[in-house]
């Protein structure tokens, strides 16, 4: 059967580049579709209607919407020669704390730190950090030897970490060395330098919008 | 081998409620042990020494935290005859979908109504429940005619709705009859009757939390 992989995507977005470096690390061939987040596509708002946002995954006709779970769908679907979360489950239920660590502690700090560097922000995010880069230790990857569900989950982040040190002036790389030569690990595979945006592109994008939100107000 | 199933709660937890439900699904004997959250214990600040929360579950030793991701590892552990989660990927996706819709809209709609009764997050709750009401439809459970995760996920969520009613002045009851018919469905269940507190006895407790808290300030 003739497969279709549709993925309504904007580059910027953290969550986009997590299904992005996934389906690639399945070889799996998808149809990226950029979206307008000023005026979303009726196909978005259709195979969305909950949250209403990107990143969808569309395989076949059918949805798959939050990037964690589409990460596990993308698991479960295709390429189990190279799986990405561990078969055991007690080691699965690690990868998947550490994932939603991410999610509950290391984005929204970044949310805050892109809003307003406040200096708690700062620090909360450089402390969560800190936490993952113990977590990593001496491993390659979070898993161990092979690029893994946590290694997906976080990796997009790096993408980010230009802006956020030259918005906010301080220094993630001084901060946390090993998780930054992690990162640099995790670059040299084609998943992940294909899917994750240029670092001063972003810088410049996100300082438009905040000018464009500043001449609004 | 003989198992060590012992689960770090507090009884008005909804997380610890869905641990002990999908426990009680699979049949799993488990020493349920009460924490002092003012005084937490020495076990659970090693078994979950990045959050410091309830529940934890330690199965022969080791620790699985977040309860959604604990609902997962029980499924994946024990019981196959009795699946909470779809086989199929694209069905277990949406499951999932709906659990973690229920923490990101649910769960912090709660918390604001328990806080300050605030009169915006009641019509967050309400809408957010009949979102939920929509996907549930006319079916027997969200699954379909099983019980399985996502309800395991939400009906901890009904136990604490009399307290809601009661603080904030509205009426869930009558504005999602379909879902409470479902919770009385569910409650027919042991394991769920046996995991859910009294709600009269929440109440009290919630109320002379709240007491405590503004004596204190």
Redesign the interface.
């Known amino acids: 059967m003739a497969e279709e992989v549709i993925l309504l995507d904007f580059w910027p977005s953290l969550f986009g580049m997590r299904a992005r470096i996934a389906l690639r690390e399945k070889g799996v061939e998808f149809d990226m579709r950029e979206e307008d987040l000023s005026n979303k596509s009726p196909l978005l708002l259709k195979m969305n209607p909950?949250h209403k946002k990107i990143p969808v995954l569309i395989?076949n006709g059918?949805p798959?919407?939050?990037s964690l779970?589409?990460v596990?769908?993308i698991d479960?679907?295709w390429g189990p020669e190279s799986p990405l979360l561990p078969s055991d489950?007690?080691e699965?239920?690690r990868a998947?704390?550490w994932a939603?660590?991410v999610d509950k502690k290391i984005y929204p700090a970044l949310r805050t730190i892109v809003g307003e560097a406040k200096e708690a922000a700062k620090n909360e995010y450089i402390e969560c950090l800190k936490?993952l880069e113990g977590e990593l230790g001496d491993k390659a990857y979070f898993g161990g030897e092979r690029f893994g569900y946590v290694d997906v989950s976080l990796i997009p982040f790096y993408s980010w970490f230009y802006t956020l040190e030259t918005l906010a002036n301080f220094s993630i790389r001084e901060e946390c060395p090993k998780l930054v030569a992690w990162a640099k690990r995790c670059l040299q595979r084609e998943s992940v330098a294909k899917s994750l945006p240029d670092q001063y592109k972003l810088y410049d994008f996100i300082l438009s919008s905040r000018r464009r939100i500043s001449l609004n107000k």
């Open positions: 909950v395989h059918k798959v919407c939050e779970i589409m596990q769908y479960e679907t489950p007690h699965r239920a998947k704390f939603d660590y936490v």
